[in-house]
């Protein structure tokens, strides 16, 4: 299963911006996607998630401000974010999880896509 992400790019302080994430392969179920971000010098960490039954969960710092959501027909996920602020600025990488068309599990990552938040 391969993960594309896209919608990266220069933001203002205060804007918006959507990225996006698109799976394909042989792909039977997806039971999770996930958002992370990772900066220069430091850990990956988890931005926000959306299981299978639809439940979110966000980081403290995005809580109110970013949206995770799927498009299940399309194996497509997004992250808007509102309100950015220059510690926003990351690589972002979307997540995907879930059972294979030949049964096996799958846990795959998209390449990341910049959000560069400045002025």
């Known amino acids: 299963v391969q993960l594309h992400a896209s919608g990266g790019g220069l933001v203002q302080p205060g804007g918006s911006l959507r990225v996006s994430c698109a799976a394909s392969g042989s792909i039977f179920s997806i039971n999770s996607w996930a958002w992370y971000r990772q900066v220069p010098g430091k850990q990956r960490e988890l931005v926000a998630i959306?299981?299978?039954?639809?439940?979110?969960g966000y980081a403290d710092s995005v809580m109110g401000r970013f949206t995770i959501s799927r498009d299940s027909a399309r194996n497509t996920a997004y992250l808007e974010a509102y309100s950015l602020k220059p510690e926003d600025t990351a690589v972002y990488y979307c997540?995907?999880?879930?059972?294979?068309?030949?049964?096996?599990?799958?846990?795959?990552w998209g390449q990341g896509t910049l959000v560069t938040v400045s002025s």
């Open positions: 959306m299981h299978e039954d639809g439940r979110t």
């Open positions: 997540n995907a999880a879930g059972l294979g068309s030949e049964g096996a599990d799958f846990s795959s």
